[in-house]
């Protein structure tokens, strides 16, 4: 019975390993499946950072034509590392240190293209001891460029936001915001070298009867033009805002009193008088009044002042 129950024995054991085989066959051929399939570029290496195999996606993003064509070599041999000692230093930290390396930015050739990469590596055991490495990337130049690009837009709207907050839409000169940044930045200076700026208020006397007789299109266009036009009088160390309506107001660092004079007396003389707008004969005239913010040491009571002073000329 014995010896006639061997056989039977045999086969089946036989059998059962058959299974096993094809099973591990299976199994491997849906490993090798996946990795083919994946889209991340993913290798292995040995313990002296030689390559012992790649999937698929990484073979085809460096042009290989088969694994047998990197199998033995270094990444230096290869050559497509911009910078190979930061991937060695992340290999060394994986093989004698056991740790993995995640998410590392390196650049690499491709087609004699610089690309930005992502890459991980991960060490792999043998009794208990590394024995080598496997490591992904994902090539992210285009995501890094589609995110810059994004950034670059975000800087534009703030800088529009900006330019909405400080300047005045109509005549592109500041607005009383950015009037206050400036005398701030004044201020500031005043401390540092004890240098005095003035603060000089204009308005266009009855401007409102050019909205009246002729419309607020003649108007805009006045505001303009006015704008345009004591720019022109103006120097480096001046700075143009339209604080409200067709008053404007002049910030200026001084060194003496007849600066002042001579700005508001140039500003009249070349503002003032009769000139064509929209097709129409304006005759413009202008009022100043000023003060200075050593009269006061605060930029609003030199604003007040300057205001008042203005309304006085008027």
Same mark, same amino acid.
């Given at each position: 019975m014995d010896i006639n129950s061997q056989p039977e024995n045999y086969i089946e054991e036989n059998e059962m390993l058959?299974?096993? &085989?094809? !099973?591990?066959?299976? $199994? *491997? +051929?849906i490993y090798e499946a996946v990795l083919d399939n994946t889209h991340a570029k993913i290798f292995w290496k040995d313990k002296t950072r030689r390559f012992v195999g790649a999937n698929k996606a990484f073979l085809d993003y460096f042009g290989f034509e088969s694994v047998e064509d990197i199998i033995g070599k270094f990444d230096e041999? =290869?050559?497509?590392?911009? #910078?190979?000692? $930061?991937?060695? *230093?992340d290999e060394m930290i994986v093989l004698e240190e056991g740790r993995s390396v995640l998410r590392s930015e390196c650049k690499c050739i491709v087609n004699g293209q610089e690309r930005e990469i992502i890459a991980s590596k991960r060490p792999v055991y043998e009794n208990g001891q590394v024995c080598g490495l496997?490591?992904?990337? #994902?090539d992210v130049t285009d995501t890094n460029?589609?995110?810059?690009? !994004?950034?670059?837009?975000?800087?534009? @709207?703030?800088?529009?936001?900006? +330019?909405?907050?400080?300047?005045d839409q109509l005549t592109g000169v500041l607005n009383r915001s950015g009037a206050y940044e400036v005398a701030q930045d004044l201020e500031e200076k005043y401390f540092e070298d004890s240098r005095d700026f003035v603060s000089i208020y204009l308005d266009? !006397? #009855?401007? +409102?009867?050019? *909205?009246?007789?002729?419309?607020? $299109?003649?108007?805009?266009? &006045?505001? =303009? #033009? @006015?704008? +345009?036009?004591?720019?022109?009088?103006?120097?480096?160390?001046? /700075?143009?805002?339209?604080?409200?309506?067709? !008053?404007?107001? =002049? &910030?200026?660092?001084? *060194?003496?009193?007849?600066? =002042?004079?001579?700005? /508001?007396s140039g500003v009249i003389n070349y503002v003032g008088g009769t000139r064509k707008v929209d097709g129409y004969d304006a005759k413009i005239s202008v009022k100043c009044g000023y003060a200075k913010y050593s009269e006061f040491m605060d930029i609003d009571r030199m604003f007040l002042e300057a205001e008042r002073r203005l309304f006085e000329a008027k």
């Open positions: 058959k299974q096993q &085989l094809e !099973v591990l066959k299976n $199994q *491997n +051929r041999e =290869i050559g497509w590392l911009k #910078n190979p000692s $930061q991937f060695l *230093n496997v490591g992904d990337f #994902n460029k589609s995110f810059k690009e !994004v950034i670059s837009e975000l800087n534009k @709207t703030k800088d529009q936001i900006k +330019r909405y907050e400080f300047f266009i !006397v #009855n401007f +409102r009867s050019y *909205n009246d007789s002729y419309g607020y $299109q003649m108007g805009d266009d &006045l505001l =303009i #033009n @006015t704008a +345009r036009r004591i720019e022109e009088c103006m120097g480096d160390d001046s /700075i143009l805002a339209r604080f409200a309506g067709d !008053v404007f107001i =002049i &910030l200026l660092r001084i *060194n003496s009193e007849e600066e =002042i004079e001579e700005l /508001i």
